[in-house]
């Protein structure tokens, strides 16, 4: 699904108008009917819960007009307080007429102010994408109120105060909702970990935007979710035989990490690779073969460290990083690959991207297409800039890919994949229980397979594996529950997160 900025979102209501020939306040009564089906079949709220629906004096307070009419003819009770305004939207307006006279409206003052016992629902329909500054005076107070009460919020289109696609200043009055129903697309707000407590949990409710300006419109984000993946996973091939999906390199593992080179073996093996070599140090020799007999052992003749690369010819692509420590010697090493691959597949991870963070000059040296895996910290190292706040790393992490012509898997919820042309894609699957030890390992493992099928552009074996690791983890989940879940859980569900996308 493409991320449209609040500006593109407004094109695309005017092109909807004109493409259905729909007038605005009928797309205002399909929104508002979508909400209201949500809430109907999703919440489920008693006739004697207490509805209040908090309006402003725009389009989104438009919305909240027609869902209290939808209510009331449902049956239930709702009560609307109006933000008092000197201009109301011509479709605020309509809809404030085709209000039933029964339905309760109070404008709001600092003295009126609902009274919202727990358990109330609120709809908070104050400002949606027309916000043009925070929220200050009596709006700014009406959220505070919001915020002290027990009422379960739902955030119609986007939490008040919250601006869509920019940050807003610290400590604006924003709403906290439990649940935010957005239109078509989904913002790119509420994929950012510093707006998860005033979004909560999400969810686009389609309203039938014209999806050929969708289509054709340009975008610089991306949110990826099976649908978007759909027939980019080819199936193999009755007479395919190991050449077609590639023969990997991995370097990986230390005296006391050898578990890291491990677990992106056995992930490399899960993500379908045709063949796998491993160089790990001298005592990881018997770890390795014993742990994944199908790949190929190659000891350094270092017992603790990898301290020489071997002959690079035979391979498709090759991975660098977990668990190999920071030498001097592997830094050699990493110098070493970096200059005899120009044009070999890269994955690079963990203490490779600590030794590039420390050895700058060797950024210059990465091969284009090359995939960087860092989690926050290791991408600031990267940088060697601490970013201000998740936009500001956002746009690191477009102009660091411009720079070194590279895709990079920044790590998180909602794991952001940048590209060398500046546009960025957000993972959907994934789940806390992945935040913990090896599960890095495990997506370059699985990464390093995608990279050497040949059949995959760089962007869509990136796209994949961030994609089906999540799903891994998810499909784990349900069987260990996500605190019991731990790396190699996410190792036994490459093969079928995988499957899902051949088959879907
Ligand atoms: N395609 C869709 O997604 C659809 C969306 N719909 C809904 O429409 C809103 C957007 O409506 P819009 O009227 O553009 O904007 P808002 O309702 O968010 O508010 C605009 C008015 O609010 C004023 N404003 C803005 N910021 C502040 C502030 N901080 N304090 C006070 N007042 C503010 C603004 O005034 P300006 O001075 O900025 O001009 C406007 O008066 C969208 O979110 C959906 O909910 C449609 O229903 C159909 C489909
Ligand atoms: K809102």
């Known amino acids: 699904m493409k991320i449209l900025p609040a500006r593109q979102t407004r094109a695309l209501d005017q092109a909807t108008l004109q493409a ?12 508002a009917t979508a ?10 709220p008693a006739f004697t819960t207490p509805l209040h629906i908090l309006c402003g004096p725009g389009n989104n307070g438009g919305d909240g007009l027609a869902i209290a009419r939808q209510l009331h003819a449902a049956g239930y009770s709702p009560q609307i307080w109006l933000l008092p305004s000197d201009r109301y939207s011509s ?5 404030r007429q085709r209000l039933p006279p029964q339905v309760p409206c109070t404008e709001l003052s600092a003295d009126s102010l609902p009274a919202l016992p727990a358990g109330a629902v609120v709809l908070d329909a104050l400002f949606g994408t027309g916000l043009s500054r925070p929220l200050q005076g009596l709006a700014a107070r009406v959220v505070q109120h919001l915020s002290q009460s027990g009422a379960v919020v739902v955030a119609i289109d986007v939490p008040s105060g919250l601006f869509a696609d920019a940050p807003q200043p610290a400590d604006s009055a924003v709403v906290r909702a439990r649940y935010t129903l957005s239109f078509e697309l989904p913002k790119l707000a509420f994929l950012l970990p510093q707006n998860a407590a005033f979004v909560g949990e999400w969810t686009v409710l389609p309203i039938g935007l014209d ?3 969708i289509h054709n419109e340009p975008v610089d984000n991306y949110f990826v979710d099976a649908g978007f993946l759909r027939r ?10 190991k050449g077609t999906f590639g023969h990997a390199l991995l370097l990986a593992g230390s005296y006391g990490k050898m578990g890291a080179a491990v677990l992106a073996a056995q992930a490399c093996l899960r993500g379908g690779v045709g063949l796998l070599t491993v160089r790990i140090p001298a005592a990881g020799y018997d770890i390795l073969q014993i742990s994944a007999p199908e790949a190929m052992a190659l000891p350094d003749p270092a017992r603790e460290f990898l301290t020489e690369l071997p002959e690079l010819q035979p391979y498709a692509a090759v991975g660098m990083g977990p668990g190999l420590g920071q030498e001097a010697a592997t830094a050699a090493v990493l110098r070493q690959l ?3 691959t120009p044009h070999l597949p890269l994955v690079l991870d963990a203490d490779a991207l600590n030794l590039l963070a420390t050895h700058r000059d060797l950024l210059a040296l990465l091969p284009p297409d090359s995939l960087l895996t860092p989690h926050p910290k290791e991408f600031e190292r990267l940088t060697g800039e601490p970013a201000r706040d998740d936009y500001h790393r956002l746009e690191q992490l477009r102009a660091f890919c411009g720079q070194h012509r590279c895709y990079c898997v920044l790590k998180g919820a909602y794991t952001a994949l940048g590209t060398p042309e500046g546009a960025v894609y957000f993972n959907s699957t994934g789940n806390p229980g992945m935040a913990s030890g090896g599960s890095g390992d495990v997506l370059t493992g699985l990464l390093l397979a995608l990279r050497a099928d040949r059949r995959l552009s760089p962007l869509d074996a990136a796209l994949l594996g961030v994609f089906a690791h999540g799903r891994a983890g998810d499909l784990a989940a349900a069987q260990t529950g996500e605190a019991g879940l731990v790396a190699s859980d996410l190792v036994r569900f490459i093969g079928p997160a995988l499957q899902e996308l051949v088959d879907g």
Request: glycine share 0%; net charge positive; charged share 30%.
């Open 20 to 31: 259905q020939r729909i007038s605005s306040d009928a797309l205002m009564e399909r929104a």
């Open 35 to 44: 909400c209201t089906t949500w809430l109907l079949d999703e919440l489920q």
């Open 91 to 95: 479709d605020f307006l309509l809809n």
């Open 211 to 213: 999806a050929n300006f």
């Open 232 to 241: 980019k996973l080819p199936r193999r091939e009755k007479f395919s035989h």
């Open 338 to 340: 970096l200059h005899r």
